[in-house]
């Protein structure tokens, strides 16, 4: 095994970083301190030297976090193959495992569960960027959610990539190159990612994860090609469950009042996953805090600590709302992908189905509206993904789409 595994379908990518870290061992090994840094107008996207800034870039599930990581580890890699031309990323040594399972010294992770990153949270990275590496070799910012910076915290983060410490290396994620600032972008080398193949998807759930054939196929077609999604769905009979109550919706919607019905669960389902979430992580989380602050079982808390107490509690808010727009937005891809496999059908594709299990539906539905209505369709989900995003009321913006979608 070695850090790239879990990259799945991105062969060239992995190739291109591989390069990339050979490089980066040979400056550390020579006392450099980065590599070619890109030009104003922004590097060549298929050049492999070590740089100092990366965008990586690509749909849904296509793994760039994982791609950051990896490359993260194999910055990190003391393998003593490499000293005989091995290549970087080995998996096993001190440097890749600790990367991997987040304890490394000189790799810091940002994930977001809240809707943006605000300026203090990039500042305070900022700051942390400046110091030099503890380990002697790279100090790695890994920013998994780059698309969520505000457009102060961009700013902030902008002069830091323009003009980065030494052996500082920053890692950012993106769905595309147009959600980050085109100043920042325009000082990485960027790597777009691609959709994984069903097949290769498929064949990692059955290779790593026991999942049977039937099952693992079935969920990598469902998900089209995102990986952690499938895994969940390969593993977890309740997200089975729930997808099926999705894909139930389109025949169900034969009146006005059907439709408010149908919203109203769909909300309800999405709260219901926000909340088993939030009761699994902040029980953890407030005790844990309680026992840093001094507060442990049975333990009154000290002075002072309530402030602290409230920010968590502020903080686990945000989240929940985070997690339930999160939730709504799984429910509207596979509505998507049902519409899609409707339309499929109407054009006479031979496409193979996303949702192979509500095959009968498609066809009924197929049969029963024409493409242009399925068009329309798919136009109301897209809407509704949209007022989301616009913090439109959840059950307001699901009413308009189950009314759209009769």
């Keep these: 095994m070695t850090v790239w595994d879990d990259l799945v379908g991105q062969d060239r990518v992995t190739a291109q970083l591989t390069a990339a870290a050979r490089d980066a061992h040979a400056l550390v090994a020579a006392g450099g301190d980065r590599g070619g840094e890109p030009e104003p107008g922004g590097p060549d996207p298929g050049g492999s030297a070590m740089t100092h800034a990366w965008l990586f870039t690509g749909p849904p599930g296509s793994g760039r976090a994982t791609a950051a990581r990896a490359f993260a580890a194999a910055l990190q890699c003391v393998s003593p193959d490499l000293t005989l031309g091995g290549a970087p990323g080995c998996g096993f040594c001190d440097g890749c495992h600790t990367?991997?399972?987040?304890?490394?010294?000189?790799?810091?992770?940002?994930?977001?569960?809240?809707?943006?990153?605000?300026?203090?949270?990039?500042?305070?990275?900022?700051?942390?960027?400046?110091?030099?590496?503890?380990?002697?070799?790279?100090?790695?910012i890994v920013v998994e959610d780059?698309?969520?910076?505000?457009?102060?915290?961009?700013?902030?983060?902008?002069?830091?990539?323009?003009?980065?410490?030494?052996?500082?290396?920053?890692?950012?994620?993106?769905?595309?190159?147009?959600?980050?600032?085109?100043?920042?972008?325009?000082?990485?080398?960027?790597?777009?990612?691609?959709?994984?193949?069903?097949?290769?998807?498929?064949?990692?759930?059955?290779?790593?994860?026991?999942?049977?054939?039937?099952?693992?196929?079935?969920?990598?077609?469902?998900?089209?090609?995102?990986?952690?999604?499938?895994?969940r769905l390969a593993t977890d009979e309740r997200a089975r469950a729930r997808r099926a109550a999705v894909l139930a919706i389109p025949e169900r919607l034969t009146d006005v009042g059907a439709c408010l019905r149908a919203a109203q669960e769909l909300v309800d389902a999405a709260g219901a996953d926000a909340k088993q979430l939030a009761e699994e992580r902040d029980e953890k989380e407030t005790e844990e805090l309680r026992a840093a602050l001094g507060g442990g079982e049975g333990k009154r808390m000290p002075r002072g600590t309530a402030g602290a107490m409230k920010e968590l509690e502020d903080r686990q808010k945000r989240r929940a709302t985070r997690t339930q727009r999160d939730a709504l937005d799984l429910a509207l891809t596979d509505l998507t992908g049902f519409y899609r496999d409707v339309l499929a059908r109407q054009l006479g594709s031979s496409v193979a189905l996303a949702g192979g299990e509500s095959a009968a539906s498609v066809e009924r539905i197929a049969a029963a509206s024409s493409a242009e209505r399925t068009l329309r369709r798919m136009e109301a989900v897209l809407d509704c993904r949209t007022a989301l995003d616009r913090n439109v009321a959840p059950l307001l913006a699901v009413e308009a789409m189950t009314m759209a979608l009769r």
Excluded: Y
Aim: glycine share 6%; with cysteine; charged share 30%.
């Design 146 to 231: 780059a698309d969520r910076l505000t457009e102060g915290a961009g700013n902030v983060l902008l002069k830091a990539v323009e003009e980065p410490a030494p052996r500082t290396v920053w890692l950012l994620c993106a769905p595309s190159t147009e959600d980050a600032l085109p100043t920042i972008r325009s000082r990485c080398r960027h790597l777009a990612l691609r959709t994984p193949p069903v097949d290769a998807v498929a064949d990692v759930l059955m290779r790593r994860d026991g999942i049977e054939p039937d099952i693992a196929r079935a969920a990598a077609r469902a998900t089209q090609g995102h990986f952690e999604r499938a895994r």
């Design 99 to 140: 990367t991997l399972v987040g304890t490394h010294a000189d790799v810091e992770i940002i994930r977001t569960d809240l809707l943006t990153i605000g300026v203090k949270e990039t500042r305070d990275l900022v700051r942390r960027a400046q110091l030099s590496p503890a380990g002697g070799r790279w100090q790695v």
